[in-house]
């Protein structure tokens, strides 16, 4: 869990959430996840804020059945998709979630 210092000490990383997520043009349900992921994993460094906004915002799309490719949401992001490939299902099942059994 993250408290309100959390959110105003990243407040330019949740709006760099946003850009992302408009860019993807994500539902509000998944836009929000997004942020909450970031903020319940947001790194000490701002070099691993950028991985764990990308993942964050295509672990939130999963759960939030709005899908987006990982070669997607990396571009967007600006990251590499091997990035989000590394990250995901370790985020995901950190949040005591079940990966896709696709």
Do not use: C, H
Not at 23 to 46: G, H, I, K, M, Q
Not at 50 to 62: C, P, Q
Not at 73 to 98: F, H, M, N, P
């Amino acid at each position: 869990m993250y408290s309100a210092r959390d959110q105003v000490e990243n407040a330019e990383w949740l709006d760099e959430v946003e850009v992302v997520a408009e860019r993807l043009d994500l539902a509000a349900a998944a836009r929000s996840r997004a942020a909450d992921l970031f903020l319940s994993n947001v790194p000490e460094t701002d070099r691993s804020k950028r991985a764990v906004l990308a993942t964050s915002v295509y672990v939130a799309g999963l759960v939030e059945g709005d899908r987006r490719s990982q070669e997607a949401v990396a571009e967007a992001a600006d990251v590499s998709r091997l990035t989000i490939q590394q990250r995901w299902k370790e985020l995901l099942e950190g949040e005591g979630l079940d990966a896709p059994g696709w």
